[in-house]
């Protein structure tokens, strides 16, 4: 007799011990891959082991090796927790195994995303007839809403880049914010168009696009454009403003792409709306689940609004496939085929916030991140560099570059908290967002004191 559930046990009591020590747990990881490596490498097994114990031993070689990204006090990156019924939403996809590809595989998986989508089109006041693909992150969803502009764009010059490609293909313009994510230029080089070709755009102190040089920019071009905007800046959280680039967009007949891989959930909180005000006239947007709305990886939503650009950007067709008609099939709104159910988590992460919920977390983690600008704001000599409008805080420490590079590892090495830097306006500074359901006020302030101490650690440098 089989045991299908051997393991299960072991794996839940171990990651139940992870989550009650996960809020006072330092946040860098005890050691690096070599001594993962160590732990858990050698020769390939020649025979199989135990469930239990392999579960046991992953846990014993990897638990050192882990980065509490997921606890109240990472703010590198831009990284959220796992909501709880988000997680444990995401232990029923492992033991459902979905093929989430075709409604025939899957018809749970098939509605929940037709669910899912109408409430996440809902919350953030984007079209409902807009089409919605479950992708694995912002990268992922840059990526296809690209593909879906490229072929929009393509198809009104009478080119079908799905059939043709590209060699022979008419010109196809792209003009990006100069503060565009990096991700945008990996899509555009995966989609065979090319990280050097976008056209820049000048952008403002906070990194936001500046209309006035995008209206110039369109003004010189009759190919089709694709514009590339951004809901959330990943150093300041700053937003374009959307009203007069959908306005020039318009006038073009530009395709308006908007990376809103976190900001774009400020239209879900009532207090925030105005900094997305017109976001809902763009063509595409990219918005991850794992990052604010609080679901494990790997979860992300590319949002069309040419449902028919998204599918034909995006389809499989073959023989043997299985299509019901009328039905959903998962596949034709991503790059893959085959992949887990990972709308479940979203779903469950959406019915457990509520509306209320979702803007309560988003407004929370803002007003924490006001005050972790107070805070810092206190150490002698420090400055906040960027407006803080959403999540991010941008902190220069006295004392330089080199000084403030020192600060960020001194504060990594403290553990209480782990934030990362980066170079803003030509000076390297400390980089904070919160975008953690669980982290409290408390939270902030013990992590300004680490902060201040690491300045003071620095101060003569
Ligand atoms: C604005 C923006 N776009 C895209 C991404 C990439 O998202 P992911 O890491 O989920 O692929 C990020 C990540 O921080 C981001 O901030």
């Known amino acids: ?41 050698g020769l390939f097994p020649e025979h199989g082991e135990d469930p239990t114990a392999v579960i046991d031993a992953l846990v014993a070689g990897a638990e050192p090796g882990l980065v509490a990204s997921a606890g109240p006090r990472h703010f590198g990156f831009v990284t959220g927790g796992a909501l709880p019924a988000a997680l444990a939403a995401d232990w029923l996809v492992s033991a459902w195994d979905q093929c989430a590809a075709f409604h025939s595989l899957s018809p749970a998986a098939a509605a ?58 008419p010109p196809l313009r792209i003009l990006c914010g100069e503060q565009a994510h990096a991700t945008i230029y990996t899509a555009l080089r995966q989609l065979g168009l090319g990280s050097n070709t ?114 034909a950007a995006m389809s499989l067709a073959g023989p043997y496939l299985v299509v019901d008609p009328g039905q959903r099939d998962n596949t034709n709104y991503v790059p893959e085929s085959s992949r887990r159910a990972r709308v479940v988590p979203i779903y469950a992460a959406l019915r457990s916030l509520g509306r209320t919920g979702v803007a309560e977390l988003i407004g929370r983690n803002c007003a924490q991140a006001r ?46 908290c782990w934030l990362g830097g980066t170079t803003w306006d030509d000076r390297y500074v400390l980089r904070v967002s919160i975008s953690n359901w669980a982290t409290t006020d408390d939270d902030v302030d013990r992590s300004a004191d680490a902060i201040a101490r690491a300045a003071e650690s620095i101060s003569s440098m």
């Not at 919350?123 to 690209?146: D, H, K, R, W, Y």
């Open 1 to 41: 007799m089989r045991d299908r559930t051997a393991g299960l046990s072991s794996a839940a009591q171990h990651a139940l011990e992870y989550l009650v020590d996960l809020d006072e747990r330092p946040v860098a990881a005890r050691v690096d891959a070599a001594d993962v490596r160590d732990a858990l490498g």
């Open 112 to 169: 929940i995303e037709e669910i899912t989508s109408a409430w996440t089109l809902d919350l953030l006041g984007l079209p409902a007839t807009a089409s919605v693909g479950f992708v694995t992150g912002g990268q992922g969803a840059n990526t296809t809403c690209l593909a879906a502009a490229r072929h929009a764009q393509l198809a009104k010059a009478g080119w079908n880049v799905e059939d043709d490609g590209l060699i022979g293909a």
């Open 198 to 311: 976008p056209v820049r755009i000048g952008a403002d102190d906070q990194g936001r696009m500046r209309p006035d040089a995008l209206r110039h920019a369109l003004a010189d071009m009759d190919e089709p454009t694709i514009v590339c905007a951004q809901a959330g800046n990943v150093a300041t959280g700053a937003f374009d403003e959307f009203e007069p680039i959908a306005d020039a967009c318009a006038t073009h007949g530009a395709w308006l792409h908007v990376d809103g891989a976190f900001g774009l959930w400020a239209a879900a909180a009532p207090a925030l709306r105005h900094l997305t005000s017109g976001v809902e006239r763009a063509d595409s947007w990219a918005v991850d689940a794992h990052k604010w709305l609080n679901v494990p990886y790997d979860g992300a939503m590319a949002i069309v609004a040419d449902a028919d650009a998204h599918v």
């Open 371 to 416: 005050r972790m600008a107070e805070r810092l704001n206190e150490i002698p000599g420090a400055r906040i560099v960027n407006d803080v409008v959403l999540n991010q805080v941008l902190v220069q420490l006295p004392g330089g570059d080199d000084a403030n590079r020192a600060a960020v590892a001194a504060v990594q090495r403290d553990g209480t």
